[in-house]
């Protein structure tokens, strides 16, 4: 069966430190991995793909095959990355979510 | 561009009544999914349907709830004989292509439905 884990509902840190907001999928495919963000009071919305390799506000993602992870990073977090995130795995059909990780990062 | 448009916004119904969510994709998109949120969870996928075609809707209870995006107008998501057990918030999101490679999914705003 699919499947993605967000390990944690919630990750605290504060301003300035690094962040990692784990994502774990099991799939029987080979899915394309987006990265998914919700600040307070807008809609979802896309963060980062994997396909295109690219750093959105400082945010990066690797894809490890082998440990079937595709990990969140950030190397020192700010006050605004405070949001909800959730990892998407998409396959032809259907965009998967995990249950999403609450990032609050204090001053 | 106005973005995937969803109505209501919040909707109340008591229980055994229906309801009907409403989803204007964004322009030129013709695929819709539909996903649940309950309280403290993420998004379950429940539905994709392109335009006049349901796709995939594996992830919808088999009884009371049904999709359909006709060829004019919005997609509706219909829920009948409403329980409490439907409470929750139900998102709708857009593409261009099926969800693939270097395909974005574009979200509404969500209808967050209460059953008293």
């Known amino acids: 069966a699919q499947r993605v884990t967000q390990p944690e509902k919630l990750l605290s840190v504060f301003k300035g430190a690094p962040v990692e907001l784990k994502c774990n999928y099991s799939?029987?495919?080979?899915?394309?991995l987006f990265w998914y963000v919700q600040y307070s009071r807008q809609r979802l919305q896309l963060l980062l793909r994997h396909i295109s390799r690219e750093s959105i506000k400082g945010f990066t993602a690797d894809l490890n095959k082998g440990e079937t992870s595709f990990h969140l990073k950030k190397p020192f977090a700010q006050e605004e990355d405070s949001a909800m995130y959730y990892c998407?795995?998409?396959?032809?059909?259907?965009?998967?979510f995990g249950s999403g990780t609450k990032l609050n990062v204090k001053p | 561009n106005a973005g995937v448009m969803q109505n209501p916004r919040h909707l109340v119904r008591r229980r055994g009544q229906e309801a009907r969510l409403r989803c204007s994709p964004m322009?030129?998109?013709?695929?819709v999914y539909w996903y649940r949120q309950l309280p403290e969870e993420g998004l379950k996928f429940m539905v994709y349907l392109q335009k006049e075609n349901i796709i995939d809707e594996s992830g919808m209870p088999k009884e009371r709830f049904s999709a359909e995006f006709p060829k004019e107008g919005p997609s509706i998501l219909r829920i009948q004989q409403v329980v409490r057990g439907d409470s929750a918030a139900y998102f709708c999101a857009s593409s261009l292509r099926g969800g693939s490679m270097n395909t974005e999914a574009f979200f509404g705003q969500g209808t967050r439905l209460t059953v008293v």
């Open positions: 322009k030129g998109h013709s695929h």
């Open positions: 998407a795995p998409t396959t032809v059909n259907k965009f998967y």
């Open positions: 799939y029987s495919g080979s899915p394309e």
